[in-house]
Every structure is written in structure tokens, then in C-alpha cells.
């Protein structure tokens, strides 16, 4: 298989969902726009919107690269997965769990921090706040290569990624509350996600998970939405500049290990917590 052929393949998931996003988005704006607290403030909405933009620029250029790097990892390995119903079922989960992998470690360590403090900078949450993907988060396709290296189809497993991609777009409101036990039991839902954006103390560093949040439940990093979130950092960034929001953080980075005189205090700066 080659780009070309998988280019051909690949179902346009996220095009095809384009009409059903934007509805969402109008919808919610509808339902919130005369409350006081939750309704969308036009420079956030702003920002979001050009960070969304940007990120959709970059990922056109980015395109063949992945693809091309899918199919490398793919054409390592001698065994294949049948293309059958549980094939993307377990692709899906090996891809969510990826996902749940590079997403708390984005937490824990400063270089891939920066790679994803852009999604956290906004102080609102609507779905507009799905759009703020950072401009370096490609950095972390390294964790996915897990996911290229089961023998999986190609096709299956970007069209999966996608699908897991799509799921994190609705749980970006407060319109929703909550869902019926089961599905908050298994999937990520608007509440648990709202925890993931709070800044509040008890729900720092919690609720990682993309689409499923068994995840979370399993290695102690659960919790459940208990008191209202106060959204944003912890150190809230005073800037609505789409190119600040992006790389304040490696420029950061950058300062501090110009500072440092050692390779301890490199990997320190680089792989140590976000400060």
C-alpha cells in the first residue's frame, strides 16, 4: 500500500461530520447565549476559531507525512489483522488507548505540555474550545505507533482515529449534564470532561481519556465532577494571540534551557513537570 492508495481509501470521516459540527456549535450559541456565566465571549470564540484554522492548515501539509509514517510502522511488521468487525472494534480501543497514553503524559512532562497547554488556555468551555488543537500536538504521534504496529489496515486504523478524534468534539459544553449511568460509566462524556478542564484543585491531572473513560477508572486517574469547574491554567496565559498561545510555552522552554549548564538540567527542563 502507498499514500496515493490509502489517500483513495481513507473515508473523509471528519469532512463528512463538518455540516453536523457547525449545527452543534450553532445550536449550543442558541441555548447559552443570554446566560451570563456561560455564553460565548467573542475574543475566546475568536481565538478558538483561529487556532482551529491554523491547525487545519498545518494538518493538510501534514497529510501524506502521516499517512506515509502509518504505513511504515504497517510494513514492519509480518502479521496482518483480518479486516473484520472486531478489527476496528480493537483498533479503536488499542487507538483510544494511545490517545489516553499521550494525553497524560502531555500532563506530566513540560515538552509535550507545550504540545497541548494551547487546548487548556481558554477560561470558557463550549464547543468552540474543541477547536483550540495546538500547532506542534503531531509531535506526539509517537505514542500511536503502537497502534500502526498490530498488522491493522491502514484504512481501519486512521479511520479510527478519526472516529476517536470526532467523539472528543461534543464533550467540549455545558449544555449537556450528564448522560445515563451506563454510558458515564463507559465513555467520556461532557462531565467528565468539564473535570479535565477545571483548574480546580481536585481536578488537576484527571480524566485523560478520549472516548473511553475506563482508562481513567483503571489506573487512578478518575474523578467525578463533584463541585463547578473553574476553567483555564493555573497560571492563566492574558493573551487572546493565536501565535502566543501556541508557543509561550516553548518559548519558555527555550529561556530555561539556555539558563541550563548541564544535560541533567536539560532533561530536567524538557521531561521534568510542567512548571
Not at 64 to 93: C, D
Not at 208 to 231: A, H, N, V
Request: net charge neutral; charged share 15%; glycine share 4%.
Amino acid at each position: 500500500m502507498n499514500v496515493q492508495q490509502l489517500e483513495q481509501e481513507l473515508p473523509p470521516i471528519l469532512l463528512y461530520a463538518v455540516p453536523i459540527l457547525v449545527l452543534a456549535l450553532l445550536i449550543e450559541w442558541l441555548i447559552i447565549r443570554f446566560h451570563p456565566e456561560k455564553a460565548y465571549d467573542a475574543d475566546d470564540f475568536r481565538a478558538s476559531l483561529g487556532i482551529g484554522i491554523g491547525s487545519l492548515i498545518i494538518n493538510a501539509f501534514m497529510k501524506s507525512f502521516i499517512l506515509a509514517l502509518g504505513i511504515f510502522f504497517y510494513e514492519l511488521v509480518p502479521w496482518r489483522m483480518p479486516s473484520t468487525w472486531y478489527t476496528w472494534v480493537l483498533t479503536l480501543v488499542i487507538i483510544d488507548f494511545c490517545n489516553y497514553l499521550a494525553h497524560f503524559t502531555a500532563h506530566k512532562q513540560r515538552v509535550w505540555w507545550a504540545t497541548h497547554v494551547t487546548h487548556h488556555s481558554s477560561e470558557h468551555l463550549n464547543l468552540s474550545t474543541a477547536f483550540r488543537n495546538s500547532w506542534t500536538q503531531h509531535l506526539k504521534l509517537v505514542f500511536f505507533i503502537p497502534a500502526w504496529l498490530t498488522g491493522a489496515d491502514p484504512v481501519i486504523a486512521f479511520s479510527c482515529y478519526q472516529l476517536d478524534l470526532l467523539h472528543q468534539f461534543w464533550i467540549h459544553t455545558e449544555v449537556i449534564t450528564k448522560m445515563p449511568r451506563w454510558f458515564e460509566f463507559i465513555f467520556v462524556t461532557p462531565s467528565h470532561h468539564r473535570v479535565h478542564h477545571g483548574s480546580n484543585d481536585a481536578y488537576l491531572d484527571k480524566n485523560f481519556g478520549s472516548m473511553f473513560i475506563i482508562w481513567d477508572r483503571l489506573f487512578g486517574t478518575f474523578q467525578e465532577e463533584t463541585e463547578t469547574p473553574k476553567y483555564g491554567l493555573t497560571k492563566p496565559v492574558d493573551s487572546q494571540n493565536v501565535v502566543y498561545l501556541n508557543f509561550h510555552e516553548w518559548r519558555d522552554i527555550w529561556h530555561d534551557l539556555r539558563k541550563t549548564r548541564s544535560l541533567k538540567g536539560a532533561m530536567k527542563v524538557l521531561f521534568g513537570p510542567p512548571v
